[in-house]
């Protein structure tokens, strides 16, 4: 008991004391602290980054946030998911059939149903087996990082690009090599930078596409020469289409599965988009590879090792996918993306008259477009941080700073919100602009 309290009043009146200090005090010093990568990845975290925006905004203020910060347009009553996918949860969950454990790498007749969705648009037919379940894209883009994982290893991420592949390489000591989109060239991967980036340790190139947060959606000529690009330096492409179908520009979607022939392609995807249903937390990786590399380099022995020790989706949502994929009609698909291509036209065309802000291409998928701040036109703005905390502060206006995904003094905004709303939060954005504007510019 003695040497508790003198543990209690050491620690307590002097928390920074000496660990020699202590020990002489009879106290043996704590053996943990800081799992300092973590500390790392977690300030990649656009959600960490978000919550820093939103702590500036006045709690009694007069104006009602809004949020042009996270893709989920679920929290509109016009964006809702179709009842055919709601009726799918309730079935399963009172069939009594789906409360038991999954299996590691998912329930068969959702694996099924997910291989039949993808294979519609590949040239060849993909197997259950090629597909594994997990809790969103996001415990499946944690997968593959980890499996990638080696000592020395390098990985290619897109900049601007989403900042949770980055997040997961800190995590996992994987190396990470950022190669440029080109903003002139709506976006396309820079393929002269990535061949002088890669080396005999570069294992694979991430893409995302339709993209986050750019908003475009790749040729099938640009994804073909991507494939070459990768085939020719040895390594996988891993294709995150979360956004998959989600588009409303001249460009259609093309899977980068269609060139698995060519190089081996790990897919990420889920529901959570085309559906609106981020919570649900369904999501999947699959191996588009018909000549067999992943299998024979062990890359899928390394996925499913590493699901045996991780979490499962909830196997009520897994049950109900094959209804879900099955019955869902055209109509609700063409639904949101009429509403989504309504507001990315009013995003573009109101951004066009905000003078310190430009955007470079018109969002033709996605549910993000990036544009460009030109703090020149600005007075009493230090960077995009500033700006976003500032916009917080003055107009409840929530906007993610381009900083978060590599791009200082840019602005990933969301345009995946009621129109109404859309249109109250560009002109808060406006009149904010108009209000910090250099006098000599007005």
Known sequence: M?????????????PTVDAKMVAENGVKKWQFGLNEALAVAGSLSIRGTLSKVISCV?????????????GDPSLFPCFRTTPIAEDAIVEAVRSAKHNHYSPFVGLLPARR????????????????????????????????????????????????????YEARCVVHDLEIRRFNLIPEKEWEV??????????????????INPNNPCGNVYTYQHLEKIAKTARKLGIMVITDEVYGHIIFGNNPFVPMGVFGDIVPVITLGSISKRWVVPGWRLGWIVTTDPNGILKKTKVVDSIENYLAITSDPATFIQGAVPQIFEKTKDGFFSKIIHLLREDAETCFNK??????ITCPHKPEGSMFVLVKLDLSCLEDIND??????????????????????????????????????LDVGLERLKSFCQRHEKQSDK
């Open 190 to 207: 820079d393929l002269d930078q990535v061949e002088q980036l890669a080396d005999g340790n570069t294992v694979a190139i991430v893409l």
């Open 113 to 164: 149903a997910v291989a039949e969705y993808l294979s519609k648009e590949l040239p060849y037919k993909l197997s259950p087996d090629d597909v594994f379940l997990t809790s969103g894209c996001q415990q499946a883009a944690e997968v593959v990082m980890t499996a990638l994982a080696r000592p020395g290893a390098n990985i290619l991420i897109p900049r601007p690009g989403f900042p949770l």
């Open 351 to 356: 951004i066009k008259d905000i003078k310190c």
């Open 384 to 421: 995009d941080v500033d700006f976003c905390c500032k916009l917080a502060k003055e107009e409840s206006v929530i906007i993610c700073p381009g900083s978060a995904l590599d791009m200082k003094n840019w602005l990933r905004i969301t345009f995946a919100v009621e129109p109404a709303t």
């Open 2 to 14: 003695q040497s508790l309290i003198i543990m209690v009043t050491i620690l307590g009146d002097n």
């Open 58 to 70: 006045e709690e009694a203020g007069p104006k009602p946030m809004v949020s042009f910060g996270n």
